[in-house]
């Protein structure tokens, strides 16, 4: 027995030494681009606070207010409609205003811009119906911060759209119908009953868009909004300055812990109680007339210009593009995407796993810290990231490769820092907290009950998790596989900076044609990213769809 017990605490100790070894990871990138954000020369960071710093600052700042603003309206309005009327289409629009997610904000930039900018066919069709030179008219220019915000916000809403339609369906309609009792119109008992309650949700998912915005790359480097996120792959990249990028980075990483933290205050603040024993959904009020077809249009407006009208044009230009999919290099640049997202999604979930797994074992104290580090990366931007694992790993290569060359006249060149694997690191570290919710999401439902009866019936810790937690959990580990092999798809600002030499993703290679002006190439790998994206969020529309309310 007593031998038992002790193989029991070295297994547990071994799971928790990978738990900590998977956590630790995440915390690298942090504590490097503190150490390198003070331990760099200042110089060219006093230039930038003289010239661009301050701007760095404003737009990032006034980005994030827009995008927040825009979220929040559109993402609780449309939650509200979609969850309170009844008017034609409804039951097809609660599913289709998800469809967004599918999308990288910087493929809605390259679709809207081959559009609406000046050699587009909108203005082109303007100066040919009214006889209009260049200079004769003024049109709203998409490559600027207010056309960044756009792109952003019609992306990003459906985080605020999911969960204040989750917290209107929690609702009950006791507080609700009182307040019209009282003499209070509807919308009234929407601002004074149901918004206030739905608060927090919806405060949590202008969060979530906010963290969203500051990591963006793709769509304000092509607008040529000058953020954070341009300002440190300029410092790194351009001025080849890497003390600078990480003074750059360690800003950016206190804004986002900043928001990470707000989030899980107000995620943890999420909740009302019932006042009564029966839970009453609040009552659906049926539209007709104009009202009927408002509520349709304020609905519909988000997905088609958020979804639909961008596959139409992204699939116009991909057919007059002369890019050919089925190339060599296209094969090369699908092959490279999909084993990064491959590797990175498998890895990330196994590690997932090793933490969820321990906090279910040894709840409390250490295994709820190396749980809260794990999840620390969703909230630092990619390019951060990058930064902070390549500043310790370059050193450690270049240290290598010198004590290499003089003790044996070898050289190991850039062993870690020139591979694969640091890109999967950085991965892992970014989108580990998308595997652990979908883990834990599904471990929650497994009773503790079936850990003791598996025990009783002669089962190590091991093998209960292989033989009893894994095949139970399949779907809640196929879903996680899944978010986080979509995300590395569409992942850009770390791929830039990271990549090994000549190893380019389908990101990289639509980023580059549309830095090239080249749009209609962009369209191709576009089109492939959104495709792939497509797969999740069908399924979680499926799912909605399947919720009987």
């Known amino acids: 027995m007593i031998a038992t017990v002790l193989r029991s605490r070295q297994r547990i100790g071994v799971l928790g030494l990978l738990a900590w070894l998977a956590a630790g990871l995440c915390l690298v990138p942090m504590v490097a681009v503190l150490l390198a954000a003070f331990s760099g020369g200042t110089d060219l960071l006093q230039h930038l606070l ?5 701007g760095y600052t404003a737009n990032t700042l006034l980005l994030v207010v827009i995008v927040a603003i825009s979220t929040a309206a559109i993402g609780t309005g449309t939650a509200w409609l979609v969850t309170m009327t009844r008017f034609p289409g409804v039951r097809l629009l609660e599913i289709a205003l998800v469809l967004p997610l599918a999308f990288p904000a910087y493929v809605l930039a390259y679709a809207y811009t081959h559009v609406l900018d000046h050699p587009g066919i909108v203005q082109a069709t303007l100066r040919d119906m009214m006889g209009w030179g260049p200079r004769d008219y003024w049109f709203p220019e998409i490559r600027s911060l207010g056309g960044a915000a756009i792109m952003l916000s019609l992306v990003l ?31 009234g008992a929407f601002f004074k009953v149901s918004l206030p309650m739905a608060r927090p949700a919806i405060a949590g998912g202008v969060l979530l868009a906010v963290m969203e915005t500051i990591a ?35 800003c950016l990483l206190l804004f ?6 707000l989030e899980r205050t107000q995620r943890g603040r999420a909740k009302f109680h019932s006042t009564g024993k029966h ?3 609040l009552p659906r009020k049926t539209l007709s007339g104009w009202r009927s077809f408002g509520a349709f249009v304020l609905c519909a407006l988000p997905v088609t210009f958020g979804a639909l009208l961008p596959i139409v044009i992204l699939f116009e230009m991909g057919l007059r593009s002369e890019q050919n999919l089925f190339s060599p290099r296209y094969i090369d640049f699908i092959v490279n ?23 279910r074992l040894m709840p409390g104290g250490a295994s709820n810290v190396a749980g809260y580090i794990a999840r620390l990366g969703y909230a630092v931007p990619g390019g951060v990231i990058a930064v902070g694992l390549l500043v310790p790993i ?70 209960t998790l292989r033989r ?26 770390a791929t830039l900076i990271m990549r090994p030499f000549d190893f380019d993703t389908l990101a990289v290679q639509a980023y580059r044609l549309a830095a090239d002006e080249r749009l209609t190439g962009a369209a191709v790998p576009s089109l492939v990213i959104v495709a792939v994206g497509l797969i999740p969020v069908i399924l979680l529309c499926h799912r909605i769809g399947r919720h009987k309310n």
């Not at 009950?172 to 119109?185: K, P």
């Not at 792959?233 to 750059?248: G, P």
């Not at 970014?430 to 019936?457: I, K, P, V």
């Open 50 to 54: 003289q010239t661009v710093l301050w």
């Open 157 to 187: 809403y459906p985080y605020v759209y999911l969960l204040a339609r989750a917290a209107f369906l929690q609702q009950s309609a006791g507080a609700f119908l009182a307040a019209r009792s009282l003499g209070a119109s509807g919308v």
């Open 216 to 250: 963006d790359f793709g769509t304000v480097a092509y607008f040529g909004v000058q953020t954070f996120a341009t300002g440190i792959y300029s410092s790194w990249i351009s001025f080849e300055n890497r003390a600078t990028a990480a003074q750059l980075a360690f």
């Open 256 to 261: 986002a812990l900043f928001l990470a933290t």
């Open 279 to 281: 839970h009453a959904a």
């Open 337 to 359: 995407s999909l084993t990064l997202a491959s590797i990175a999604a498998l890895v990330t979930v196994m590690a997932a796993i090793v933490i969820g797994y321990y906090q």
């Open 394 to 463: 370059a050193a450690f290569d270049n240290r290598l490769d010198a004590w290499m060359r003089a003790t044996f006249d070898i050289s190991t060149g850039l062993l870690i820092s020139g591979s694969i694997w640091i890109l999967v690191a950085a991965y892992v570290v970014r989108f580990m907290a998308a595997a652990l919710n979908a883990y834990e999401g599904g471990q929650s439902t497994l009773h503790a009950n079936m850990d003791a009866a598996a025990r009783t019936l002669g089962e190590t810790r091991f093998g």
């Open 468 to 493: 009893v937690h894994l095949p139970i959990l399949r779907p809640s580990l196929f879903t996680a596989l899944l978010i986080v092999f979509v995300d590395v798809m569409k992942e850009l600002p």
